[in-house]
């Protein structure tokens, strides 16, 4: 298994302004993702994020809006920039384990007023 | 991937067993059957896993079909804590994880 972190748990933000969220691994992984849950929504695929390479978005979400790091690893950034009312969501990280398993962070909640 | 079709809710009575169904028949050879489950606001936990063979665990049990078109996961003795969505997904290994409307499970006393 694995146990993932996310930082901050939960955050209100002004709308214009930008978020950076934390995901942190407890061991070595090669793939990461990053999902949205809009409120009494299902889950949604911003992008995945190997190490070494450039984050790949699904459609509907661009780089300029939702800047990807993954420096090393174990950890993984997701910005939320020049946000608005409807970026309030749940955003979560996940990372693909041996054995075919993914195994999710808790979420951060994101409120833009 | 393929899609998945999952009734939106479902009651339950504690104790008792909770069958969940889920119809994928647009499943292809090399994909398997996933169900995860997400209580209210937390992070979705990983349940089963399954290609053809049924799987058992300690949380579950996975029913697939001869065909693979439909599945059945099945929680043996529900208690309050297993309230929560159920989500069925199929996916090739190593491909990320696409997330339906889900069942709304409420175990009831």
């Known amino acids: 298994s694995a146990v993932i972190s996310q930082k901050p748990s939960r955050d209100i933000c002004q709308r214009g302004t930008s978020l950076t969220i934390q995901c942190q691994v407890d061991?070595?992984?090669?793939?990461m993702f990053w999902y949205r849950q809009q409120p009494g929504q299902s889950l949604t695929l911003i992008a995945t994020?190997?190490?070494?390479?450039?984050?790949?978005?699904e459609s509907g979400f661009v780089i300029d809006k939702f800047p990807i790091s993954r420096p090393n690893l174990t950890f993984s950034t997701l910005t939320v920039s020049n946000m608005s009312p409807e970026d309030s969501s749940i955003y979560l990280c996940?990372?693909?384990?041996?054995?075919?398993?993914?195994?999710f962070g808790p979420g951060t909640r994101l409120t833009v007023t | 991937d393929a899609k998945t079709t999952q009734p939106p809710s479902m009651d339950c009575a504690e104790g008792r067993a909770a069958n969940l169904p889920c119809n994928h028949s647009t499943i292809s050879g090399n994909e398997y059957v996933y169900w995860y489950r997400q209580i209210h606001s937390q992070g979705p936990q990983y349940i089963i896993h399954?290609?053809?063979n049924n799987e058992t665990n300690e949380m579950a049990s996975l029913i697939i079909t001869e065909d693979r078109k439909s599945s059945t996961l099945i929680l043996p003795h529900a208690t309050l804590r297993d309230t929560a969505v159920y989500y069925c997904?199929?996916?090739?290994?190593?491909?990320?994880?696409?997330f339906g409307a889900g069942t709304r499970l409420t175990v009831k006393p």
């Open positions: 061991s070595q992984v090669t793939m």
């Open positions: 997904i199929v996916r090739v290994a190593g491909n990320d994880m696409r």
């Open positions: 399954g290609l053809k």
């Open positions: 994020a190997n190490q070494g390479s450039e984050a790949t978005y």
């Open positions: 996940s990372v693909e384990k041996g054995d075919y398993e993914q195994y």
